[in-house]
């Protein structure tokens, strides 16, 4: 999953992410990017 900016990606796309990390530090930083990325208000649809 790396830093998340696939799910992040997918998140403005609007489409379903799935991923796996190994480190837990990564996986945070990961899941608080997408997290804010869905929550996150699209301007334009």
């Known amino acids: 999953m790396g830093s998340g900016t696939t799910g992040v990606a997918c998140a403005n796309m609007g489409k379903t ?3 796996i990390e190994r480190e837990r530090k990564y996986f945070d930083i990961a899941c608080k990017r997408i997290e804010d990325a869905y ?7």
């Open 39 to 45: 929550r996150q208000v699209r301007l334009f649809e």
């Open 17 to 19: 992410f799935y991923g």
